[in-house]
């Protein structure tokens, strides 16, 4: 659906650092709030440009899956 639709866009063009990227993963978070590997993918983008937001991210899918270990290992990095 629309959601794949704008992680697989985004993602690519996100992790080469294009602003457009970004754009496209929080609009599959808009879509999708309760996916975690999509919120998960939006942290790790924003971990580099936006470390508290990757944060705020972060501690959003530990609350949708609080054993998301990738989730959980970002957050334990950005907060040392």
């Known amino acids: 659906g629309a959601v794949r639709a704008w992680y ?14 970004l754009a496209s993963l929080r609009r599959a978070v808009d879509l999708a709030p309760e996916d975690a590997e999509v919120g998960y993918a939006l942290a790790v983008t924003l ?20 054993a998301h270990a990738g989730a959980a290992a970002l957050l334990r990095r950005l907060v040392r």
């Open 47 to 66: 971990a580099a440009s936006d470390p508290a937001g990757a944060v705020a991210e972060a501690r959003r899918v530990l609350a949708i899956d609080p």
């Open 8 to 21: 697989t866009l985004g993602l690519p063009v996100a992790r080469a650092g294009g602003t457009a990227g």
